[in-house]
C-alpha cells in the first residue's frame, strides 16, 4: 500500500490555523547571508573585512492551486495564504508562521520546522473561465525567518571552545587573544573557577565562553 504523501503545511501561529496547500512545492530554495564591513587601510591591495552581523534565512516556494474540476473562484483557496501578507489587526503586525513539511524539516539540523514571516508574495493567474473567473493560480511566496532575542543570546552561549593552557599563559594575554581585550580575562575566570589567575597549571584545559 503506497503512502500518502506529507503535505506542506503553514501554520498561523496568531490564530492557530493549519493551512494545507493542495499541491507541496515543486522545489524551495534556502538563502542566508552576512552584512560585511570593509575597513579601508592606505597601501593595502584590498581591504579587511570585518563582520557585522548576519541576516535573517529565508525560504521561498511557489504553490500551484488549480479548481478546474470544480469550476470554482481559485481565490477562495489562495485567500488564506495572501493573508498572511496582510497586518494582523490585533496585533497590529503580519501573522508569525510555522512551516512544516515531513519529519526531518525545511532545514536540515535541529530545527523541525521554520518560523518567520511574509515578506513578499506574488499571485500569477493562468486560466480562466468565460467571465474571468480565475480557476488556475501560482503563488510565489518567501518567507523571512523570525527568531527572539533569547533564543539568538542562547545559541551565542552555546559556542564555548577550549583551550589548553601552555607554559607562561596568563588569563590576560588568552583574553587578548580571543576577544582583543585582555580585560575580559575575568570572564576566563569566572567561567573556570579560577581563583588564582597567577597559579596557571600547563596542560590544564579551560573553557572560552562568547564574550559578555
Not at 510565489?140 to 552555546?158: A, D, K, M, N, W
Request: charged share 30%.
Amino acid at each position: 500500500m503506497a503512502t500518502e504523501p506529507s503535505k506542506i503545511t503553514i501554520r498561523n501561529l496568531d490564530e492557530n490555523q493549519d493551512i494545507v496547500a493542495s499541491f507541496n512545492p515543486p522545489d524551495y530554495s534556502l538563502s542566508k547571508g552576512a552584512q560585511i564591513a570593509e575597513i579601508g587601510i592606505p597601501g593595502l591591495d584590498s581591504p579587511l573585512l570585518q563582520f557585522v552581523r548576519g541576516t535573517n534565512e529565508k525560504i521561498t516556494l511557489k504553490l500551484f492551486f488549480d479548481s478546474t474540476d470544480k469550476g470554482t473562484d481559485v481565490r477562495n483557496e489562495t485567500s488564506e495564504f495572501y493573508r498572511l501578507a496582510k497586518i494582523n489587526s490585533r496585533t497590529h503586525a503580519l501573522p508569525l508562521c510555522r512551516l512544516s513539511w515531513g519529519r526531518t524539516g525545511m532545514i536540515k539540523g535541529d530545527k523541525s520546522s521554520f518560523v518567520g514571516i511574509v515578506e513578499n508574495i506574488s499571485q500569477n493567474f493562468t486560466l480562466f473561465k468565460a467571465d474571468g473567473t480565475p480557476l488556475r493560480a501560482e503563488l510565489e511566496i518567501t518567507f523571512r525567518e523570525y527568531r527572539t532575542l533569547e533564543e539568538q543570546v542562547r545559541e551565542l552561549r552555546s559556542y564555548t571552545r577550549t583551550r589548553v593552557l601552555k607554559r607562561g599563559d596568563t588569563l590576560a594575554r588568552i583574553a587578548s587573544e580571543e576577544y582583543n581585550d585582555s580585560a575580559e580575562w575575568r570572564q576566563l575566570a569566572k567561567k573556570n573557577k579560577i581563583v588564582n589567575p597567577r597559579d596557571l597549571k600547563p596542560g590544564r584545559m579551560i573553557e572560552i565562553p562568547p564574550k559578555e
